[in-house]
């Protein structure tokens, strides 16, 4: 069987003295708008290139038309990555900005636009019903927006909130980092950041499943994200230009460290949750007895 050459001394050998069964598995992080987004970009630069030369109305129509469509593909995209991060989170709010819809709604409208630019007679009906398929086809193929927040049921607004913001705030940190450190040019770091960063996502998973760790969890997610991000904005410039072993070194260390201890502070959590059920357990339990109920 095929396996993959590595080592001690190969570039991503080295894991910081972390054994490879104990490091999280990396997932596979995939663009959600990809090309199916990006490719909506193209048809308002066919419609200015087929409108040249038709005349001074055809060719502001068709203009106004790629105005339209090019705001649609981009508010599809951004819309997209929104949907995806609100379906990732256990407790998130309902997107601001309803932009999958209001792509559908521009995109409608360069369709119609760009109809009337390459009419040979006067305004017909064709137009409005070619805006209003493209509309609706916009919808069938990307649907709506999420039009509701999304939480746990017994948590109160407020609380959600906090959570909320809490990893929005933790997410801006990781993705920060994550895009920092490849100024160093390093693979073996960027490598080892993103481990921490998956072992950063699984205590902001749990937070999220039980808002009552915010209180425990925060200043992880707050203060401690905010320093690495700190050492790993100055380790990349130091290291981009002096290539110094030692910083390299110093910061995977710090990267063990911090990951050792958000790792810590996810299994504390989960036992408190385990200890919790138990004494709901035998609560029942007991509940169930003086009411002369007796297992067989």
Same mark, same amino acid.
């Given at each position: 069987?095929?396996k993959?050459?590595?080592?001690?001394?190969?570039?991503?050998?080295?894991?910081?003295? *972390?054994? !490879?069964?104990?490091? +999280?598995?990396?997932?596979?992080?995939? =663009?959600p708008?990809?090309?199916?987004?990006?490719?909506?970009?193209? !048809?308002? *630069?066919?419609?200015?290139?087929?409108?040249?030369?038709?005349? #001074?109305?055809?060719?502001?129509?068709?203009?106004?038309?790629?105005?339209?469509?090019?705001?649609?593909?981009?508010?599809?995209?951004?819309?997209?990555?929104?949907?995806?991060?609100?379906?990732?989170?256990?407790?998130?709010?309902?997107?601001?900005? !309803?932009?999958?819809?209001?792509?559908?709604?521009?995109?409608?409208?360069?369709?119609?636009?760009?109809?009337?630019?390459?009419?040979?007679?006067?305004?017909?009906?064709?137009?409005?019903?070619?805006?209003?398929?493209?509309?609706?086809?916009?919808?069938? #193929?990307?649907?709506? =927006? !999420?039009?509701?927040?999304?939480?746990?049921?017994?948590?109160?607004?407020?609380?959600?909130?906090r959570?909320?913001?809490?990893?929005?705030?933790?997410?801006?940190h990781?993705?920060?980092?994550?895009?920092?450190? #490849?100024r160093?040019?390093?693979?073996?770091?960027?490598?080892?950041?993103?481990?921490?960063?998956l072992?950063?996502?699984?205590?902001?998973?749990?937070?999220?499943?039980? +808002?009552?760790?915010?209180?425990?969890?925060?200043?992880?997610?707050?203060?401690?994200?905010?320093?690495?991000?700190?050492?790993?904005?100055?380790?990349?410039?130091?290291?981009?230009?002096?290539?110094? #072993?030692?910083?390299?070194? =110093?910061?995977?260390?710090l990267?063990? =460290?911090?990951?050792?201890?958000?790792?810590?502070?996810?299994?504390?959590?989960?036992?408190?949750?385990?200890?919790?059920?138990?004494?709901?357990?035998? *609560?029942?339990?007991?509940?169930?007895?003086?009411?002369? *109920?007796r297992?067989?």
């Amino acid at each position: 069987m095929a396996k993959r050459f590595g080592g001690k001394y190969s570039p991503d050998g080295a894991t910081g003295g *972390v054994s !490879p069964e104990a490091l +999280p598995t990396r997932r596979i992080e995939v =663009d959600p708008a990809g090309g199916r987004s990006n490719v909506l970009f193209v !048809p308002a *630069v066919v419609l200015v290139a087929t409108s040249i030369g038709s005349g #001074a109305i055809a060719l502001a129509l068709a203009l106004l038309g790629a105005l339209s469509l090019t705001l649609a593909a981009w508010l599809l995209r951004g819309g997209l990555r929104a949907e995806a991060a609100f379906n990732a989170r256990k407790v998130a709010h309902r997107p601001a900005l !309803p932009r999958k819809m209001l792509a559908a709604v521009f995109g409608g409208i360069g369709t119609a636009l760009a109809v009337t630019a390459h009419l040979d007679g006067g305004l017909t009906l064709a137009p409005v019903l070619y805006g209003i398929i493209a509309t609706g086809l916009y919808l069938a #193929a990307f649907g709506i =927006d !999420p039009l509701r927040h999304k939480g746990m049921d017994g948590v109160d607004t407020f609380q959600q909130d906090r959570v909320a913001r809490v990893v929005d705030e933790a997410e801006k940190h990781l993705t920060t980092m994550r895009e920092t450190i #490849a100024r160093a040019g390093d693979r073996q770091a960027a490598a080892r950041l993103d481990q921490f960063v998956l072992t950063a996502r699984d205590l902001i998973r749990t937070v999220e499943e039980d +808002p009552r760790d915010l209180t425990a969890a925060r200043k992880y997610l707050g203060v401690y994200l905010q320093g690495a991000r700190d050492a790993t904005a100055k380790f990349a410039d130091i290291y981009a230009r002096t290539r110094d #072993a030692q910083a390299r070194t =110093d910061y995977l260390a710090l990267l063990d =460290d911090l990951e050792k201890n958000f790792a810590a502070r996810n299994r504390k959590s989960l036992l408190a949750d385990r200890t919790d059920l138990t004494v709901e357990i035998d *609560v029942l339990r007991e509940r169930l007895s003086r009411e002369g *109920v007796r297992p067989e």
